[in-house]
């Protein structure tokens, strides 16, 4: 029987967002490998993507092919990315439960406890260590969904020029 994660992230809903999630990151890399100190950003919806980068609306549809493409190869490490926002979450909320833990816990003395402060910097950075590896196995099991199914790309559209120029690729399943 499913577990109750495995029924809500099958809502095709929440597995469409996960598919664009997935794309968005193999489409990054793709033109990561490509384009040296370029730098991205994405965001899904369960209809589309977007990517915010000093790049073309060519580069963006050339890399979105090949990163499905690649996916439908079984390349689904693609599907996770090391600059995830999942992996800031992860992060944060470890060191802010660790920080937690040693000010939040302690007997009150009436006023801050500044002799803790290392310790809570320490328990801080921690969580933060150890949130990283975490985001990631969060985005390959929960945020992101490496298996594309038939999604499909139905087109790259460039949405705003200028100093950032934004780009979206509306998908289709």
Do not use: K, W
């Given at each position: ?6 029924r809500v992230l099958s809502v095709p809903l929440i597995n469409r967002v996960r598919r664009n999630h997935a794309l968005e990151h ?95 910097i320490g328990a801080i950075m921690l969580g933060v260590i150890l949130g990283q590896p975490l985001g990631m196995r969060l985005q ?34």
């Amino acid at each position: 029987m499913p577990s109750v994660l495995d029924r809500v992230l099958s809502v095709p809903l929440i597995n469409r967002v996960r598919r664009n999630h997935a794309l968005e990151h193999a489409t990054i890399h793709v033109l990561s490998g490509r384009l040296r100190n370029v730098s991205l950003v994405g965001r899904s919806t369960a209809n589309c993507f977007y990517l915010y980068g000093n790049i073309t609306v060519e580069q963006v549809s050339e890399a979105v092919d090949e990163a499905l493409a690649r996916l439908r190869n079984g390349e689904r490490e693609l599907a996770v990315h090391p600059g995830c926002g999942t992996n800031l979450v992860a992060s944060s909320s470890l060191g802010g439960l660790a920080a937690f833990s040693v000010l939040g816990l302690a007997p009150r003395r009436g006023r801050f406890d500044f002799d803790r402060l290392p310790l809570a910097i320490g328990a801080i950075m921690l969580g933060v260590i150890l949130g990283q590896p975490l985001g990631m196995r969060l985005q390959a099991s929960v945020t992101t969904n490496g298996d594309p199914g038939d999604l499909r790309v139905r087109g790259v559209t460039q949405i705003a020029e200028g100093r950032v120029p934004a780009f979206r690729v509306d998908t289709a399943s």
